[in-house]
Structure formats: C-alpha cells, structure tokens
C-alpha cells in the first residue's frame, strides 16, 4: 500500500513538472508575438489543457496501453508498482531539471527513458527494442522535422494568399504628449525649473513596434480575424497537448486497481494546471522570445500545425511530443523568414539529447534502490 501512495504522489509530481514544462508551449506564440500578456497567455493555456486532459478518457486510451510499459518489459514487470515508481521518478525530476533552467524538453522523451532505465535494471537485454524502435523513437525523432517542413511551407502559402488578397502590414508608430523639465530665466535674473509639455513621436528598435495587418477579409478586419483565429490556434494546441500527454502519465496509475481511470485523469489534469500556472515563466521565455521573433500570422501558422500533429498524433497513439513539434514549427517560420536563432535551437537540441540517457540514469537508480528497499 505504501508503494502505491508513493506511486501516486509521484505520479502527481510528473504532472506537475509535465505542466511546468509544457503548458506554456501552445500559447507561446501568443506572447512572443505580443498578442497577448503572459498572464492571459498561461490562464488560456490552463483551461484548453485542462479541457484536453479530460477529453483524453475518451479519445486517448491508445497512449495508455503505449506507456504502461507493456510489451516492452515482460507484463508482470511492468506491472510492478517498484517498476511504474521508477519510471515516475525518473521522468520527473528530469523534466523539473529542465524547467528550473529553462530548457524546453518532451516529458514523452522523459518517459521513453525513464522506461528503458528502470527496464535494463530489471530484465537487462531482454527489453524488446523493436517495439521501442517502432512505436517511441521513430515518431519522436522525426516529429520536429515534419513539424518544420509544413510550417515553412504553410507560412509560404498563407503569405501568398496574403498579398493576392490585398492584406499588407503597417506598422504603428508612438506620438503622444510627454513632460520635460527645463530651466527657465525670471525677471529677476533667477533660474527656475518649469514643467512644459510637448508632443513627441518617438521610433526605436524595430521589435519594439507592433506589426499589424491592414485590410479585410470577407469583409471582416484581418487583424482582428487573425488574433481570433491565433487565439483559436493556441487554444487547440494546448487542448491537444492535455489529450496527449495526460494518457501517459495516467499509464503509470493503472496498477493501483481502486483509483479509477476517471479519477487519474483528473488527478493528473490538476496536477499539470498547478504546474504550468507557478513554474512556466523560465520556458515561456525561451520558446517564446529566443527561437526567432513572430508576428500575428508567422504564430498563427506555428499553432496551427502543431495542433493539427499533435491531435492525429493522439487519436491514433503515435508518442510525438508537443515539445519537438512546437518547437519544430517555430523553428521552420524562423527558417523561412531568415530569423531563427540557430545557437538557442541548438542548445535545445542538446538538451532532447541529453534527456533520455539522464533519465533513463535517474529511472535506473530509483528502481535497483527500489528493489533493494524491497527486499
């Protein structure tokens, strides 16, 4: 029984990490454009996150089965509560390592780790690397690469679309009143300060402007219909990291038989809202203003193909990762616009690479002490 608390509070605590270190990633582009502040930005992406984890007790149950373990381990292994506790260990303080430094690394990468760690100390060899070929390394591996192709290529498109329909960019200039004191000379020969007011434009660097799209579309505003649908886009893709992502974590729960499948969802649901609402902001800013500078449409584009990855991903239990695919959209907008910051992708290259064998480590030390504790 205590092993199977533990399991739980572990369970919650790669939740909370998970929605730490990925929360943020579907409403990045939202506060990196400047759409919106980063308060607005993470409480929308609580609440699709939240909507998506829940929905994910009816459209995801094939991640589940995916991250039990099964198939990979021998069953009456991966059905251990030593073993699952291992795996939550290890996946979590991996990707809580990664937050508290900014690093926005796959908590599905941390799994696949976590899993082969903990599986090498209990069966060594005999872990059936086929199926860990086919169903976990493939998709995270080329995940990002697909993510980059459709963005650019989408970009190049919507842009096309753009110019034939008459929709330029204008960018909005600062005038206003402003307040200077000066010294002035009384009658008596005496200096004194006087306030004086004075209108002012002022242009400073160019991403301290806003762009905006002027024209309309089926007779409606374009910048207006564009931040709606930017809106709509960053709601989607964090809707389906909820759907993709809580399956996975719940996996680690089926063994405690008297907490329901329902029960864990939620569980893991709260878990990743308290996560993403106290310890997002060091990511936020990475995704968000390190990779390349986006506009409206540059982050419109990003979501929308992340979302649309990440949701057919889910429904047909491919393990791809929100992070890879996020981060390969913004990555490929970047490309095309001859913007993207090469050395803070590569960085965060580094860091996927690193995560699987730092948790696999993390994984393995929790279970040989697990078994030893046990013994």
């Known amino acids: 029984m205590t092993l199977l608390i533990l399991l739980f509070i572990a369970a919650c605590f790669l939740a909370y990490s998970n929605g730490a270190n990925d929360n943020f990633k579907g409403v990045a582009t939202l506060f990196g454009s400047e759409t919106t502040s980063y308060k607005n930005a993470i409480w929308w992406a609580t609440v699709t996150t939240f909507i998506g984890s829940v929905c994910s007790i009816f459209l995801a149950d094939a991640l589940v089965k995916s991250f039990s373990g099964k198939g990979l381990v021998p069953d009456f292994v991966a059905g251990s509560p030593e073993f699952l506790l291992a795996v939550a260990l290890g996946a979590a303080i991996t990707v809580m390592i990664a937050t508290v430094t900014g690093f926005p690394i796959s ?23 086929s199926v860990l070929g086919k169903k976990f390394f493939l998709p995270l591996l080329l995940s990002p690469f697909i993510a980059l192709t459709l963005a650019g290529t989408l970009y190049i498109i919507f842009k096309t679309i753009r110019m034939k329909l008459g929709i330029t960019k204008e960018w909005c200039v600062c005038m206003g009143e402003k307040e ?5 000379i009384e009658p008596k020969g005496i200096m004194a300060m006087r306030s004086v007011k004075y209108m002012d434009i002022q242009v400073t660097q160019e991403e301290s402007c806003t762009q905006r799209y002027n024209g309309t579309f089926f007779g409606l505003n374009a910048q207006d219909l564009l931040d709606y649908a930017h809106f709509g886009s960053a709601g989607i893709v964090s809707f389906a990291r909820g759907l993709n992502d809580t399956p996975k974590i719940v996996a680690l729960l089926l063994v405690i038989k008297a907490f329901g499948i329902q029960w864990g969802m939620l569980s893991v649901a709260i878990g990743m809202a308290a996560g993403g609402l106290i310890n997002a902001k060091k990511v936020a800013n990475t995704i968000s203003k390190k990779i390349t500078p986006m506009n409206h449409g540059q982050g419109f584009t990003a979501n929308l193909v992340t979302g649309f990855l990440v949701i057919v991903a889910s429904r047909f239990g491919v ?8 981060v390969g959209s913004i990555f490929g907008i970047g490309t ?10 590569s960085e965060i290259v580094l860091s996927w690479v690193l995560t699987l064998p730092i948790a696999a480590a993390f994984s393995a030390a929790a279970y040989y002490i697990l078994l030893n504790i046990s013994k």
């Open 336 to 345: 095309v616009t001859k913007q993207a910051n090469t050395k803070v992708v």
């Open 319 to 326: 393990p791809v990762s929100t992070t890879h695919v996020s």
């Open 180 to 184: 200077r004191v000066v010294p002035i």
């Open 107 to 129: 908590t599905t990468h941390s799994l696949t780790g976590a899993l082969v760690g903990a599986g090498l100390i209990a069966v060594g060899q005999d872990i059936n690397f």
